[in-house]
Nanobody, 121 residues
Framework: QVQLVESGGGLVQAGGSLSVSCAAS????????MGWYRQAPGKQRELVAT???????DYADSVKGRFTISRDNDKKLVYLQMNSLEPEDTATYYC???????????????WGQGTQVTVSS
């Protein structure tokens, strides 16, 4: 069975920094694009950043220049470093992997359980 487990997040004042990470567990051979999404109360889930297997990263306009996504393929981890945080960044952050190949076959569109990031003004 494949699981995505997130860690990090928490409470920070505006202008501060936080990081979140997500580890994929299981008998994994390859991992496709990894990403972070967020959902604020009463709003739809939105894309924050993605990074493909070659390391190419893409960001939502709202976080460009403030957030950095990275991955460690050997450790099956994806990170999101968040700087210059704003109250509007408050949300539950979810990691996502679009495709994983394992000893049991491929799995698609995997999600973590979410981790809360709260930015106070």
């Amino acid at each position: 069975q494949v699981q995505l487990v997130e860690s990090g997040g928490g409470l920070v004042q505006a202008g501060g920094s936080l990081s979140v990470s997500c580890a994929a567990s299981g008998r994994i051979f390859t991992i496709g694009t990894m990403g972070w999404y967020r959902q604020a109360p009463g709003k739809q889930r939105e894309l924050v950043a993605t990074i493909d297997s070659g390391g190419w990263a893409d960001y939502a306009d709202s976080v460009k220049g403030r957030f950095t996504i990275s991955r460690d393929n050997d450790k099956k981890l994806v990170y999101l470093q968040m700087n210059s945080l704003e109250p509007e960044d408050t949300a539950t952050y979810y990691c996502n992997i679009d495709r994983i190949t394992t000893s049991w076959g491929p799995f698609y569109d995997l999600w973590g359980q979410g981790t809360q990031v709260t930015v106070s003004s």
